[in-house]
């Protein structure tokens, strides 16, 4: 992740990246704060771009197998976003109705997630008034909360877990979560702006900004059984049946896809649990 850190700490905007490749990387106009180096190419990318594993705003997605697609789940409920042998996602939907286009529209506000015997959860806090300088996050760990202090590059290591760790990306609202050879997350908290409402429609009131989580996933070892919503599209075998030519193609069958809480593990496509092989040791 590029962050600038501006003119006043005597940084540069561009900097070294991808360690002995050492290439120089500088995030692009339209993201001028904030973006991804993909080693060893060392391209960048904003965070909502078209990109394996990303999910942003009123979610779209985008598969393991390149393509983008909606899913717009349900207000106040759990869905798995991937379920395999040792790992399980699920995200936590907040939502609003506007009543004058009767339409429903969701945002992801939280992700918790199962492996081993361990439960991981970030999300972003219900906020009225957006300010950029509060920090929106909250982060546990095993229902131990995950105090994290709001500088850049601030880092968090499990001492329960060997190989998790947290490190933010920005001084307030975005975190990268890590898992050795197992997952690497990038989120950030950001608001339904009442531009982006009155644009869209969406509905928002006074007293919820609906602050909810822009999301970039990128999994490690994963078999080729693996389901959900975003999880199933990693399969050697997948089939993608939607209509990638639609401006908003966009996948149903949310049944298959309902968690019970934002741990469970009983959605219809759950697969965690058939398998033990990520040893953690506790330290």
Known sequence: MVTSRGPLLGKRDAGEYCGKRKCMAKCESRCPDQCFVLCPSCKTLCMCDYYPGISCGDPRFTGGDGNNFYFHGKKDQDFCVLSDADLHVNAHFIGTHNPATARNFTWIQAIGIRFADHRLFFGAKK????????????????????????????????AAVAGLTITRTATTNGIR??????????????????????????????DDCLAHLDIGFKFHDLTDDVHGVLGQTYRSDYINKLRVSAS??????????????IFATDCAVARFGRRTSILMVAS
């Open 248 to 261: 908003m193609p966009v996948m149903g069958g949310i049944t298959s896809y309902v968690s019970s809480d």
């Open 177 to 206: 979560v890590q898992l050795k050879g197992v997952f690497d997350i990038m989120a950030i908290v950001v608001p339904v702006t009442e531009k982006d409402s009155r644009i869209h429609n969406y509905g928002v009131t006074e």
């Open 127 to 158: 906020t009225v008034k957006w300010n950029n300088r509060v920090d929106h996050l909250e982060m546990a760990l095993d229902d131990e909360t995950i105090d994290l202090p709001a500088k850049l590059d601030a880092r968090w290591e499990s």
